[in-house]
């Protein structure tokens, strides 16, 4: 039997295909809701709630910023809460496998909540990874299998974008640094 030698580029290319498809993103995981994030993060999700991100859904109701809406040539009068354009970037997973389907359903992906920034939680959340039972997790096991840390630009942009009919020049660290809610110091060091 005669062995067949295959070029050092093709195996490389090769390589590279299988790593790259085993390369986990935080969107192909399935979403959970903020209530799970909640028992560890009890101080960010009460900052969080006090947020514009937490109120997004709001804004899509009949009269809410109506004079807003209307500058941006929107009917300040219609109810855009089933909306799929505005749904998109108003809740949390619009979409997506566990993501907000209507608030009679998910009332709980309501707004822009902590999966949006932080990727969807199914796999980090779980016991051998970020959980009550694992104190000790690491912050590299957790972003391998999901979880977005730490949360830059590119988590913003597809909403925050010229698409929105209220555009601004978005300054991601202007945003960042007036705060989407407070961060708290951790009590166990997840290095």
């Given at each position: 039997m005669k062995a067949t030698m295959i070029p050092l580029p093709l195996l490389l290319a090769a390589w590279a295909l299988i790593a790259l498809g085993s390369v986990s993103s935080a969107d192909d995981y399935s979403l959970v809701g903020n209530k799970k994030c909640f028992p560890c993060h009890i101080k960010e999700f009460k900052s969080w709630q006090e947020t514009k991100m937490s109120k997004a859904y709001d804004l899509l109701k009949p009269g809410e910023r109506a004079k807003a809406k209307k500058q941006a040539g929107?009917?300040?009068d219609k109810d855009y809460?089933?909306?799929a354009e505005c749904l998109?970037?108003?809740v949390t997973g619009w979409g997506r496998p566990g993501g907000?389907?209507?608030?009679?359903e998910t009332p709980l992906l309501v707004g822009v909540g902590c999966e949006s920034c932080h990727g969807a939680g199914s796999e980090y959340l779980k016991d051998p990874?970020?959980?009550i039972k694992n104190k000790d997790y690491k912050l590299s096991q957790v972003t391998e299998v999901g979880l977005v840390a730490p949360v830059t630009e590119s988590r913003c942009t597809p909403?925050?974008?010229e698409e929105s009919p209220f555009f601004k020049e978005?300054?991601?660290q202007q945003r960042k640094d007036e705060g989407i809610?407070?961060?708290f110091p951790l009590r166990f060091k997840h290095e």
């Amino acid at each position: 039997m005669k062995a067949t030698m295959i070029p050092l580029p093709l195996l490389l290319a090769a390589w590279a295909l299988i790593a790259l498809g085993s390369v986990s993103s935080a969107d192909d995981y399935s979403l959970v809701g903020n209530k799970k994030c909640f028992p560890c993060h009890i101080k960010e999700f009460k900052s969080w709630q006090e947020t514009k991100m937490s109120k997004a859904y709001d804004l899509l109701k009949p009269g809410e910023r109506a004079k807003a809406k209307k500058q941006a040539g929107l009917d300040p009068d219609k109810d855009y809460t089933g909306d799929a354009e505005c749904l998109k970037c108003h809740v949390t997973g619009w979409g997506r496998p566990g993501g907000f389907v209507s608030f009679a359903e998910t009332p709980l992906l309501v707004g822009v909540g902590c999966e949006s920034c932080h990727g969807a939680g199914s796999e980090y959340l779980k016991d051998p990874y970020m959980s009550i039972k694992n104190k000790d997790y690491k912050l590299s096991q957790v972003t391998e299998v999901g979880l977005v840390a730490p949360v830059t630009e590119s988590r913003c942009t597809p909403c925050h974008n010229e698409e929105s009919p209220f555009f601004k020049e978005f300054d991601f660290q202007q945003r960042k640094d007036e705060g989407i809610h407070q961060v708290f110091p951790l009590r166990f060091k997840h290095e």
